[in-house]
């Protein structure tokens, strides 16, 4: 199964702050080249999960990047990313049940929780 990029991109990124646990704004460049990302998709991905209430993003010098969300599920990112999984669209009316079971998945698994 192939997963959206950005999607994938963002469960990376969360996980990698999550474990640096810090308050501390951390840097793109940073983050990217431990992840091996592209600096400048890294950078389009968190301005999702920032417009989102996910991330947190300073500018400048002393600038970068931290979790701004209390807690963040699977469905979260996924709805971010790739947008909300609407079981209730005509066209999609035989997949309803294995969508929402999908959706209801994503929402019981946790990638953040502040302590």
């Not at 990302?37 to 999960?49: N, R």
């Amino acid at each position: 199964m192939r997963i959206n990029q950005d999607f994938g991109m963002s469960v990376q990124t969360i996980l990698f702050l999550k474990d640096r646990n810090s308050t501390e704004f951390l840097q793109a460049g940073e983050i990217a080249k431990t992840l091996n990302f592209s600096v400048g998709y890294l950078q389009k991905v968190v301005q999702t999960l920032s417009k989102h209430g996910i991330l947190e993003c300073k500018r400048g010098r002393i600038g970068g990047i931290r979790i701004r969300a209390k807690v963040i599920t699977l469905y979260d990112l996924w709805k971010a990313t790739c947008g909300d999984l609407n079981v209730n669209e005509p066209s999609l009316a035989i997949m309803k049940k294995p969508l929402k079971a999908f959706a209801d998945s994503m929402r019981e698994i946790v990638v953040y929780k502040k302590s």
